[in-house]
């Protein structure tokens, strides 16, 4: 298949986006699901799988830590806000 671009070829996954990552995430695992790889390039691919699923992970962590709840006062203009998942 040809949706997953050579290990050279690939970019850093730090530099990737969210949606990048998701993207090249989801064609390696239509890739691995199709069974048309060898065993050395599925486990190349499945690396690199697992690498950007870190990558993922670490992403939403840090944008739901910059989430902020408005709490709203009687005049309703915000009145204060508090970390994400706080109130």
């Known amino acids: 298949m040809t949706d997953t671009p050579d290990t050279a070829d690939t970019p850093a996954i730090s530099s990737l986006s969210f949606e990048a990552a998701m993207g090249e995430l989801e064609s390696i695992v239509r890739h691995l699901e199709s069974g048309d790889v ?3 390039k599925s486990v190349a ?7 950007l699923r870190a990558h993922c992970e ?6 739901q830590a910059r989430i902020e709840q408005v709490s709203l006062g009687a005049d309703g203009q915000a009145a204060a806000t508090a970390p994400f998942g706080e109130g």
């Open 38 to 40: 060898s065993l050395e």
């Open 45 to 51: 691919l499945y690396e690199r799988g697992h690498a």
């Open 58 to 63: 670490a992403r939403l962590a840090a944008a």
